[in-house]
Each structure stands twice: as structure tokens, then as C-alpha cells.
């Protein structure tokens, strides 16, 4: 479908034919095993697998396939069955005219407001265009709560839940009335509660939400103990289980509430708590519902949140469990197919957000239909939008070997130039006296249009539209990958959504130095012998453009969202630096683990046929040893946490490893060190004591403990073998640099302790400005010492 966003469905103009398997084969498979479709499972089927299936299909006596056209293209897929012969024999009593049902919307770049649910309407009108069906039945998975609601707004009505070999389903039907009535209802406007009002909040029901909360409670409870916010204390008397748990309780703000939980400690002090376990108590240990909410409030004192920081931390953790609960309501890939899927499904099938932090979804801002829009993992196609700003207010520079005009000239076709420039003609204006600037169009709507409403007026910003490309947003929310030219640059907007500590703008001032931060460092690494070795690279911030507000900056300091509202840059994409045989994963999706506690490492590992410590050490040799040589040999670190580095991953194994989002978190620690002008703002100055928990803080503790967690929780590699292979990896690369012998005496990685540095304390303390970029040390909140897993290795 290529139907603009704006239109209105013509009922009309939908029309159902049956399914050619000659013609419309590719076609199918393309939607069934799009990310999207996950409850369609057939995740990971070739285009001939696909073909068999609705071959079969086309040879059964009771089943046909469909395929449904709008506007005369193919735009959503149908089954019809008889219910008595397929999907639900033995599992429920069938009646003389019940007739079957499955549809599928095709996932598309330009989604259609009201498509689906007119799609519905369609498919049950041509069911019940045969006289001889009395009832529709179907069987949607438990979880998919968007699908109840459409099947609530077409007259379905729940029966009972049933146990398919498959999922768990809600057998539901519709009668002939009951569809009748649905249709006046629709026609009249007199429509259900739960109808189209309702939809995008369908996921928040009282399942899901306790699941979402028991979740999070799992994590808040292991997180902040290991931040020694907490402490858990063994129950009398309590035996480890059959896991090696043993029974704990944490008692709260009063003194009597208590949660108990079965946990077992692991190397640096990471709490593995079995999720079920988890029951709150109060006076005379009556058991007391589990609520997310009241967990932070039972204990706010011992977190230390302040009056003016803890609403808006609720909030945070409100609509973390909001996600959270709509992740459930998915239908998700096992690790195994994940671990198989190309890079834009693996970035999109992440569920838990930042390892470390318990609120790591706040995402402040957006309501609950722009979360469907722009959440990372609802997969939603984004078209940018496109401003002209006065050369004369933005400041644009590139790096070496690019332009302004042989920048846009690669991201935006003649086309689409010659349409922008004429919307400038048309209001008296040449695009020569503009930059032209992509957005968010979240900042559009909600910022922009009405903080910067001066400048609009004043014609100093022009809105042109959207681009023609369509984008996915990535983890961090406000960076998009082009998946219709995925060859192109990615694009990173300012967004002022308040997220995990920051408020997620850019600054048009920082912007400027980016990509000579960025080809400083990539000439850097290219003459570096043991970065060479390792394959190492990063992909660099290209471009960047910022737009001034001169009244906002008169007004504000450096720190202030408003001067961090409008700019934007361009990354380049790691697509054409792949290989044959090679694809590309976020380093995050290591920790992903699936419904049934799969990991994603654990599947690579079993894909690549390698012993787990020989994976391990060939994933550490490419992604650790980087790390240290940077630091080591140039007193210079990054932000190298899951989701900065991208894995190239060849047979389930890591070949090599590609950094990200370079420049506002690197930082050189010599104060003597000897840089270009364009890159002197990465100096600070570090005190000695500190500089080493740049690894041992970002890698390990943020990082590698929970990795070593998920190995060793799925039985796929034990503690000891995780950390001698780390140790290993250490060990081989310092013995590569023997003139660097010094350095490692004075950073000794093999140090018994390291000081505990804690995420989530400076979140509970300021969750606008955790850290100043510029002076990264001076926040940190250091809580005592971890004993290092590498110590006497």
C-alpha cells in the first residue's frame, strides 16, 4: 500500500479475491514473516516454505486463502476454515454453520488511520455474504489485546481461553446478529468503550499489567540492591532450591511491609531473583497485592528520591510499565529466530531497555497513540519531516570530503528537492537562504509549531513536509534507520522527550564539533596497528545542523532544553561495510532473552558450533580488547554500552565490532593531550582514581555482568569459565603491547576491588540532567567497592 496517512478508508474500494500462489507467493511471505506479523508465526520461513504452506492450504478441503486489494493492490492476506476440521478440532463443540477465520493487515511504510478496522469489517462482511454462516470463530492469542478490541468492534465476544499446541487463545464468537448490530453501531457512531477511542490502550489490561509490574519489581528489587539502596537479608532457616536461590526478604520505608523473593548473588554483587517468587507482606505477614508503584513508594526513603524528583519518577515507571505490558501483548519471535532476523527486526524485537536502569522507558511526552508511532519496538514506519531554516540562524558543518549539497543531494531525490524548492517559491522564497533541517515530527507537532512559533511566522523555518524515505526508530528513540535506502545515513533528531535521566534534545552548539570529533577518530583508529587487527571501526557522525534561537539563548545557559530543541545530524550506515555471508545485530540484543527464557547470545552460540568460551573469547577479542587499547594507548573512552556497538556477526560468531554515537560521549583523559582545535571539548580532565572505572564501570558492571548472568542462568557457560575468559582476553592483549606494561601496572585490570558506581542513584537524585557531558566524573555516585572477577585470574 502507498496510501497517504492523512486519507480517509473507502470501504468501497476494498475488495477480496483468492490467493494465487503464482503471483502473490513473494508477496506474502514478505508480510507474514515481517516483525510485525509475529502472531502470524511463520517468523523465519524462506519464500518457498511459504509457498508450501498455502499450497497446503489450496489442497485442503476446508481451508481457503485470500488475498484482500485496496485501490486494486494487494493490502491485507485471509484465511477462511472450517473450524470443525482445522486450527480447533477437539478444543471446542462446533455448530452447523460455524465458519473460521484469520486475517492480516500487510505491514506498510504509510500506515492508513482506520484500515485495519475497516479491513475487519470487510473480511466479516464477505463471511456472512454466504447464507449458510451462522457464526465467525476465532482463536487469537491471549496476549494480542489489539486484535480483542477490533474483534469487540465487529460484534466477537470471548467464550473461553483454550490451550493450542501453538499459544494460549480466546475462543470468540460472532453471530450473524451480533455483527449486525456492530455495523449499525459503526454507521451511527454509537460505538463500544473498547472500539477505536480505546484501541491504542488495549494492552493495558489486569494480566499484563501484573506481569509488566512483577517484572519490573524483579528488577527494581536485584538493581537496587546491588546499589546497596536495599538490603536483602536471608529468611531463618531458608535452603538454596534446586537453582541455588535461597529465600530473602527486603524490608521497607516502615519497618513492617516486606517483599520476600528467592535470589542467588553472582560475581559483582548482581542479585538473580526468580521473578514468581517475588510476594509483599504486611503486619503479622498478611500477604499484600504487588503493585509497581507502591514498591517505589514502600521504599522511597531508602532510594533517597526527593519530594520534587518522585512524581515524575512515577511517571517514568508508569509508562515503562506501560511498554512493557504492551510487549506482552505481543506476539514475540523465539531467541533462535531472533538471533537469524536481519538488523532492523533484532533492533526493533529488544523488551527490556537499558540492562541497569529500572525506569528505562519514561519516555516523558508522548501520549499513548504517539507511543504506537515512534516506540522503537512497535516497529512503525517514520517519514521525517523537513524544514527550511535561515542560513543565517543554523550552522551546519560536515566532515572530510562532504558537503552541504552532496549531502542532501544523497539523502533526498531531484524530486523531492524540486517540491521543496517550489513550496518555497510559492511563499516568495529561495531555498539558497536555507539549510534544509530533517525532524521528528513529534518535535514538530509538540515543540516546535508552538515554542518556536516566532520563527515560523517570521519565515526564518518553513515547514516543506515529509521525505519520501521511510525510517524505523532505534533504541535511543530519537536516531532513525533508513530501511527504504538502508545505504543511507541514519538521522538523529532532538526530541524534548524526557528519557532514562536526560532530556533527549541536541544541542546546536555541540553539534558543530561532531564530525571532526568523528574523523579525528576514525583517522586515528585507521593508523592504529591493533585496532587494524581487530577489525575495528566505528561509523561516523558525517554531518550536523543546528538552528539558533537567539531570544532562547540570550536567556538560557548551555545546560537548558530550550537551546537543545532543533538540530539534527547524520550517521553513516554500517550496511556497505558488510560482507558476504555477514549481518549486523545491536550488541544489546545479547541480554534479550524470549518468553520461554531463551537468550539470544545463547542461540548464537548454538548456531556458531563453537565451544561457549571460545564464542565468548572471539565476541571479547573484538569488542573488549578496543576498548582497552583506546584506553590504554590513548587515555581516550567511550559510552560502549549494548546499544553503541553493533556486532557483525558470520555463522552465530562475532567477526568484528562497530562503534556509535561517537562524539558526546568520548572523552580523552590526558589534559596534556595534543588535539585539533574542532576536537578540544572531548579533553576533562579525570581524577587518577577514577579514569579506570571507565572500563570496569561501562564494561563490566554495565554490561558483562549481566551477560555472565544470562549464560549462566540458561546453563550455556558457568561463572568461572565467563570471567577466566575475560581474564584471558585481558591477558593476551596486554602481552600484544608490551611497552604499555607501565600503564597496566598503573590501571591494574587484575585489582582485587573497583569502586561500585550507581546508575540508578543518579536518576533517583536528578532524572532531567543525570550527568554534565563535559565534566562526566564529577557526578558519579560511588558506593563502596566490587570485587573484581578478573582478580587472581
Excluded at 575475560?726 to 576491588?753: G, I, N
Excluded at 537524585?765 to 582478580?791: E, F, I, K, T
Aim: glycine share 6%.
Amino acid at each position: 500500500m502507498t496510501t497517504p496517512r492523512a486519507a480517509n478508508v473507502r470501504p468501497d474500494r476494498l475488495a477480496i479475491r483468492p490467493l494465487d500462489l503464482d503471483t502473490d507467493a513473494a508477496l506474502v511471505h514478505g508480510w507474514v514473516t515481517h516483525p510485525k506479523s509475529a502472531f502470524w508465526l511463520m517468523q523465519g520461513l524462506s519464500v518457498d516454505e511459504v509457498r508450501g504452506e498455502y499450497a497446503s492450504i489450496a489442497a485442503h478441503p476446508h481451508h481457503d486463502a485470500f488475498i484482500g486489494l485496496y485501490e486494486d493492490s494487494p493490502a491485507f492476506l485471509m484465511e477462511r476454515y472450517d473450524p470443525a476440521h482445522v486450527e480447533l478440532v477437539g478444543l471446542y463443540d462446533p455448530e452447523p454453520g460455524d465458519v473460521g477465520m484469520h486475517f492480516l493487515c500487510a505491514p506498510t511504510d504509510t500506515p492508513l488511520h482506520g484500515f485495519t478496522r475497516a479491513v475487519i469489517f470487510a473480511v466479516m462482511e464477505y463471511l456472512f455474504a454466504d447464507p449458510d454462516t451462522v457464526r465467525v470463530v476465532v482463536e487469537p492469542d491471549v496476549r494480542n489485546a489489539a486484535v480483542h478490541a477490533l474483534n469487540e468492534a465487529v460484534g466477537f465476544e470471548i467464550v473461553e481461553k483454550i490451550a493450542k499446541p501453538e499459544k494460549e487463545a480466546y475462543l470468540s464468537v460472532c453471530t450473524r446478529d451480533a455483527f449486525e448490530a456492530a455495523k449499525k453501531a459503526a454507521a451511527t457512531g454509537d460505538t463500544t468503550p473498547t472500539d477505536q477511542l480505546a484501541a491504542p490502550t488495549a494492552h493495558l489490561t489486569p494480566e499484563l499489567w501484573a506481569a509488566a509490574g512483577r517484572h519490573l519489581i524483579r528488577k527494581g528489587l536485584a538493581e537496587f540492591s546491588h546499589e546497596r539502596l536495599l538490603t536483602p537479608e536471608p529468611l531463618p532457616g531458608a535452603e538454596p532450591d534446586a537453582e541455588g536461590r535461597t529465600a530473602h526478604r527486603v524490608v521497607t520505608d516502615d519497618g513492617v511491609t516486606e517483599y520476600r523473593f528467592a535470589a542467588k548473588l553472582l560475581s559483582l554483587d548482581h542479585w538473580d531473583i526468580a521473578a514468581g517468587s517475588i510476594t509483599r507482606h504486611g503486619e503479622g505477614g498478611t500477604e499484600l497485592p504487588l503493585d509497581a508503584l507502591d514498591f517505589i513508594l514502600d521504599t522511597r526513603t531508602a532510594l533517597g528520591i526527593g519530594d520534587a524528583i518522585l512524581p515524575v519518577y512515577l511517571e517514568e515507571i508508569s509508562s515503562t510499565l506501560s511498554g512493557a505490558a504492551w510487549k506482552l501483548a505481543q506476539a514475540r519471535p523465539s531467541a533462535a529466530e531472533l538471533a537469524r532476523a536481519d538488523f532492523q527486526a533484532i533492533e526493533t524485537g529488544m523488551t527490556e531497555g537499558h540492562p541497569c536502569f529500572v525506569a528505562n522507558n519514561g519516555r516523558i511526552g508522548f501520549d499513548v497513540r504517539e507511543y504506537h508511532q515512534y516506540a522503537p519496538e512497535t516497529a512503525s514506519p517514520v517519514r521525517l519531516l523537513w524544514l527550511a531554516a535561515r542560513r543565517d540562524r543554523s550552522t551546519f558543518t560536515s566532515g572530510a570530503g562532504l558537503d552541504y549539497d552532496t549531502l542532501v543531494k544523497g539523502e533526498l531525490d531531484p524530486a523531492t528537492l524540486a517540491r521543496f524548492a517550489a513550496t518555497l517559491a510559492g511563499q516568495g522564497l529561495d531555498l539558497a537562504d536555507y539549510h534544509l533541517l530533517p525532524v521528528h515530527p513529534w518535535q514538530w507537532w509538540n515543540k516546535l509549531s508552538v515554542s518556536f512559533a516566532a520563527e515560523v511566522a517570521q519565515q526564518r523555518l518553513v515547514l516543506l513536509g515529509e521525505g519520501d524515505d521511510a525510517y524505523l526508530a532505534q533504541q535511543s528513540i530519537r536516531t532513525f534507520f533508513n530501511t527504504s535506502h538502508p545505504e543511507k545515513h541514519y538521522v538523529k533528531t532532538a526530541m524534548s522527550v524526557l528519557n532514562m535521566g536526560f532530556m533527549r534534545g541536541l544541542s546546536a552548539a555541540y553539534m558543530e564539533a561532531t564530525p571532526a570529533i568523528n574523523d579525528w577518530l576514525a583517522q586515528l583508529i585507521a593508523g592504529d596497528e591493533v585496532f587494524r587487527a581487530a577489525r575495528f571501526s566505528i561509523i561516523r557522525e558525517r554531518a550536523a545542523i543546528g538552528y539558533h534561537h537567539r531570544q532562547y539563548e540570550r536567556a538560557t545557559d548551555r545546560y537548558s532544553p530550550y537551546r537543545k530543541m532543533l538540530a539534527a545530524l547524520w550517521r553513516e550506515s554500517p550496511v556497505p561495510q558488510l560482507a558476504e555471508g555477514q549481518r549486523l545485530a545491536t550488541m544489546a540484543s545479547l541480554l534479550h532473552t524470549d518468553a520461554g527464557g531463551a537468550s539470544l547470545a545463547g542461540a548464537l552460540i548454538a548456531e556458531s558450533g563453537l565451544a561457549p568460551e571460545v564464542w565468548l573469547r572471539k565476541y571479547l577479542d573484538a569488542y573488549l580488547v578496543p576498548v582497552l587499547h583506546s584506553f590504554y594507548q590513548y587515555d581516550l573512552v567511550y559510552m560502549p554500552h549494548g546499544e553503541n556497538v553493533i556486532l557483525v556477526i558470520e555463522d552465530g560468531a562475532v567477526d568484528r565490532v562497530i562503534f556509535k554515537d561517537i562524539a558526546e560521549e568520548i572523552c580523552v583523559m590526558d589534559p596534556d593531550a595534543v588535539l585539533p582545535p574542532a576536537v578540544e571539548r572531548i579533553k576533562a580532565e579525570v581524577p587518577e582514581e577514577m579514569k579506570i572505572l571507565s572500563i570496569f564501570t561501562d564494561v563490566f558492571d554495565c554490561y558483562l555482568r549481566f551477560l555472565n548472568a544470562t549464560l549462566a542462568g540458561e546453563g550455556v557457560l558457568d561463572e568461572d569459565t565467563f570471567w577466566r575468559t575475560a581474564a584471558e582476553s585481558v591477558r593476551a592483549y596486554q602481552e600484544s603491547v608490551p611497552q604499555l606494561a607501565d600503564k597496566f601496572a598503573q590501571y591494574d585490570m587484575f585489582a582485587p576491588t573497583f569502586a561500585l558506581s550507581c546508575l540508578n542513584r543518579l536518576q533517583l537524585r536528578n532524572n532531567q540532567q543525570m550527568v554534565d557531558l563535559a565534566d562526566p566524573s564529577g557526578a558519579l555516585q560511588l558506593v563502596g567497592d566490587l570485587v573484581n572477577p578478573l582478580a587472581g585470574r
